[in-house]
């Protein structure tokens, strides 16, 4: 009994099974839009159990979102509200099998040409309910996204001392990002610093790997110095926005991207209690913001969200 389990190929295993649940459902809507609830849920669920009026600052990408407050009443809570109720309700129609908008008018437009045709008794197909194992989703993306997080946090920081050709004898074992001033912790609770750590994970990929783009997009259209930001475009479940579409040979997408990671490294020094402004931090986004844009182009936004969260859960736990 123990050679024929030895024997039978990974594919037929429980967890063989998992995991080809887990690749099929990359190809659903579904998928993007459940880890970006979760993300969204747990982050507003803790900043309201550990807010505190004299809390001001946390760290360099939390100055963000305290400068939205200044401008935006409740800082993020209408957008994660907005979300969570956009993705649970294209969930909930995908989980019982209802269809949505887009596809009741597509339906309408092949049941109009059907009649044309002759063929009056055409009828649309059912839709049929979409229920993947939640716990597999979660339990295979959350291994995939602290792999790839453990790996930026334990190798970047000799990539970057590699760069900027730092003797050996030089470099400080410890240092993970800020080499004179550490803001972890800064007048903030641990619970608040998890919160945190998935606001960034979401909030800061959807802004300058989504809305940063799309600036760059909408700039193509109103200047010819910007003609080569002019790429296309795809949706992207887990935000409710079009992303562009990457493409090896094309230098116009690698083009955006360098702007957009240098805009990023740049941004965290714009405001109070941000980064320390030298060559090691600012190369140390660069390199962070260009292992983001591999991830999400090559493992999906669902692992993207959830590698930056667990990055800045080891950052926490660590530094």
Same mark, same amino acid.
């Given at each position: 009994?123990?050679? !024929?389990?030895?024997?039978?190929?990974?594919?037929?295993?429980?967890?063989?099974?998992?995991?080809?649940?887990?690749?099929?459902?990359?190809?659903?809507?579904?998928?993007?839009?459940?880890?970006?609830?979760?993300?969204?849920?747990?982050?507003?669920?803790?900043?309201? %159990?550990?807010?505190?009026?004299?809390?001001?600052?946390?760290?360099?990408?939390?100055?963000?979102?305290?400068?939205?407050?200044?401008?935006?009443?409740?800082?993020?809570?209408?957008?994660?509200?907005?979300?969570?109720?956009?993705?649970?309700?294209?969930?909930?129609?995908?989980?019982?099998?209802?269809?949505? !908008?887009?596809?009741?008018?597509?339906?309408?437009?092949?049941?109009? !040409?059907?009649?044309?045709?002759?063929?009056?008794?055409?009828?649309?197909?059912?839709?049929?309910?979409?229920?993947?194992?939640?716990?597999?989703?979660?339990?295979?993306?959350?291994?995939?996204?602290? /792999?790839?997080? /453990?790996?930026?946090?334990?190798?970047?920081?000799?990539?970057?001392?590699?760069?900027?050709?730092?003797?050996?004898?030089?470099?400080?074992?410890?240092?993970?990002?800020?080499?004179?001033?550490?803001? !972890?912790?800064?007048?903030?609770?641990?619970?608040?610093?998890?919160?945190?750590?998935?606001?960034?994970?979401?909030?800061?990929?959807?802004?300058?790997?989504?809305?940063?783009?799309?600036?760059?997009?909408?700039?193509?259209?109103?200047?010819?110095?910007?003609?080569?930001?002019? %790429?296309?475009?795809?949706?992207?479940?887990?935000?409710?926005?079009?992303?562009?579409?990457?493409?090896?040979?094309?230098?116009?997408?690698?083009?955006?991207?360098?702007?957009?990671?240098?805009?990023?490294?740049?941004?965290?020094?714009?405001?109070?209690?941000?980064?320390?402004?030298?060559?090691?931090?600012?190369?140390?986004?660069?390199?962070?913001?260009?292992?983001?844009?591999? %991830?999400?182009?090559?493992?999906?936004?669902?692992?993207?969200?959830?590698?930056?969260?667990?990055?800045?859960?080891?950052?926490?736990?660590?530094?």
């Amino acid at each position: 009994m123990v050679f !024929k389990r030895l024997n039978t190929p990974f594919v037929e295993t429980p967890l063989g099974k998992a995991k080809a649940d887990y690749d099929k459902a990359k190809g659903f809507r579904f998928f993007n839009q459940f880890h970006s609830v979760v993300i969204l849920l747990v982050y507003e669920i803790l900043i309201a %159990i550990s807010w505190d009026p004299d809390v001001m600052n946390y760290n360099a990408v939390d100055v963000w979102f305290i400068f939205a407050n200044s401008f935006i009443m409740y800082g993020t809570l209408p957008f994660s509200l907005y979300f969570i109720f956009r993705f649970g309700r294209s969930m909930y129609q995908d989980w019982f099998g209802i269809k949505n !908008k887009q596809e009741r008018k597509k339906d309408k437009e092949t049941k109009a !040409k059907k009649e044309k045709e002759g063929k009056k008794d055409w009828k649309p197909e059912a839709k049929k309910p979409y229920r993947p194992n939640t716990w597999y989703l979660l339990a295979f993306t959350l291994g995939e996204a602290l /792999f790839w997080a /453990f790996a930026i946090f334990a190798l970047l920081k000799w990539v970057v001392f590699g760069l900027l050709l730092v003797p050996f004898e030089e470099i400080h074992v410890g240092v993970a990002l800020d080499t004179v001033r550490s803001l !972890k912790h800064f007048s903030s609770s641990p619970v608040q610093d998890l919160a945190l750590a998935f606001g960034a994970g979401y909030y800061e990929e959807f802004v300058f790997r989504g809305l940063l783009f799309m600036f760059l997009v909408w700039l193509s259209g109103k200047n010819k110095r910007f003609a080569n930001f002019k %790429i296309s475009l795809k949706a992207v479940d887990g935000v409710p926005l079009k992303y562009p579409e990457f493409k090896r040979k094309e230098s116009n997408f690698v083009t955006a991207m360098i702007f957009a990671i240098l805009i990023y490294a740049l941004s965290h020094y714009l405001l109070p209690f941000a980064d320390e402004a030298n060559a090691y931090t600012f190369l140390y986004r660069c390199c962070f913001g260009f292992a983001m844009y591999l %991830i999400f182009v090559y493992r999906g936004w669902a692992v993207l969200i959830w590698a930056h969260t667990l990055y800045d859960l080891l950052y926490f736990l660590f530094v």
